[in-house]
Nanobody, 119 residues
Framework: QVHVVESGGGLVQAGGSLRLSCAAS????????MGWYRQAPGKQRELVAD???????TYADSVKGRFTSSADNVKNTVYLQMNSLKPEDTAVYYC?????????????WGQGTQVTVSS
């Protein structure tokens, strides 16, 4: 089993910044991606950013230029630096860890961390 724990959420004014962290532990063999997703009330969960161990990143159009994902592969930790936050960024942010074991892909989710941006 892989345990995923997010931290760093909170309340911030529009234009402010927050940094989220996600640490994976447990039965880690071969992580092929760690990603950030968010879910606002009444909306579907959506991809915000993900990053591979090699450092390749993908961002949602809505956060490009404002959010930056980085990773510490030794610590199995991924970060999301969020700048120029907008009220529409308000959501619960979840971390997903994907790994491949014996040819099968397994996804593990954290419990989420609330980000609230006030106008």
């Amino acid at each position: 089993q892989v345990h995923v724990v997010e931290s760093g959420g909170g309340l911030v004014q529009a234009g402010g910044s927050l940094r989220l962290s996600c640490a994976a532990s447990g039965s880690i063999f071969s992580i092929n991606a760690m990603g950030w997703y968010r879910q606002a009330p009444g909306k579907q969960r959506e991809l915000v950013a993900d990053i591979t161990p090699g450092g390749r990143t993908t961002y949602a159009d809505s956060v490009k230029g404002r959010f930056t994902s980085s990773a510490d592969n030794v610590k199995n930790t991924v970060y999301l630096q969020m700048n120029s936050l907008k009220p529409e960024d308000t959501a619960v942010y979840y971390c997903k860890v994907s790994q491949v074991v014996a040819g099968g892909r397994y996804d593990y989710w954290g419990q989420g961390t609330q980000v609230t941006v006030s106008s």
